[in-house]
């Protein structure tokens, strides 16, 4: 896999009082957040396909965003954003695809076609997953969790030619992975909830996922995730 097991040092983040890069200047710029899941799958795309020097990453801090962002980058004032061949894009799920077609690298797509379908149904279902578990975080978590984690056990075991969704890590994988990292944390810390528990895929799943350097340098702090779920959520 070429994974770069360089690790990166995170920029700072960009704030109210930061001035804007040197915008549409001809360089690459991958702006996220480090706490959003969204901004983390375009930024694992980026990791993997070892373009760490051809996409400059721009943190930008949403508690107190700069101005210039909305204004200049990007109108929704919303991550990840990527500016490109002077233009600006956005939404993670176009991102990944986009950064994946538009770049070197490993393909993070197979060749075969009946992968490709199942991996366009994954990444279709995503929104409902996430959905499922976010809107009920003040209900029975459980009963609605509990068929979204099943879903991805059995979507698991559809390829058997390696541990990812597709046997080899892709795209799914990584739409996937920043929202199972949080549930992970977040349902065992509240709700006393093991995700993996008798999910034997999905645990193997999250331990292959841990050894990727592209993935591992994007994780975000438990306490962070924990914290920023009680202010939402129970405050």
Excluded at 169 to 197: C, G, H, M
Excluded at 225 to 235: E, I, N, R
Aim: glycine share 4%; hydrophobic share 35%; aromatic share 14%.
């Amino acid at each position: 896999m070429a994974t770069p097991s360089i690790q990166q040092i995170r920029p700072a983040s960009l704030d109210s009082t930061s001035e804007p890069p040197a915008l549409f200047d001809g360089t690459t710029r991958l702006y996220i957040s480090y706490i959003c899941p969204f901004a983390q799958r375009a930024w694992i795309t980026r990791n993997f396909k070892g373009l760490q020097d051809k996409i400059e990453l721009v943190p930008i801090d949403l508690q107190n965003r700069p101005v210039w962002y909305k204004e200049k980058v990007y109108s929704p004032n919303k991550v990840p954003s990527l500016e490109h061949n002077n233009k600006v894009i956005g939404e993670s799920l176009d991102l990944v695809k986009y950064i994946d077609s538009n770049f070197e690298g490993p393909s993070l797509l197979p060749d075969d076609p009946e992968k490709q379908k199942f991996a366009e149904e994954l990444i279709a279902y995503s929104d409902t997953f996430l959905k499922e578990i976010y809107g009920n975080f003040k209900g029975d978590i459980e009963k609605h969790a509990g068929p979204q984690f099943d879903y991805l056990e059995k979507a698991l075991d559809k390829f058997d030619d390696g541990p990812f969704f597709l046997g080899q890590f892709s795209q799914a994988d990584i739409v996937y992975a920043p929202f199972v990292e949080r549930f992970q944390i977040l349902l065992k810390e509240v709700f006393n909830y093991d995700i993996t528990s008798g999910r034997p895929k999905l645990a193997k799943w999250i331990e292959e996922l841990n050894k990727l350097d592209s993935y591992i340098q994007t994780k975000v702090d438990p306490k962070e995730v924990v914290d920023l779920y009680k202010k939402k959520y129970l405050a």
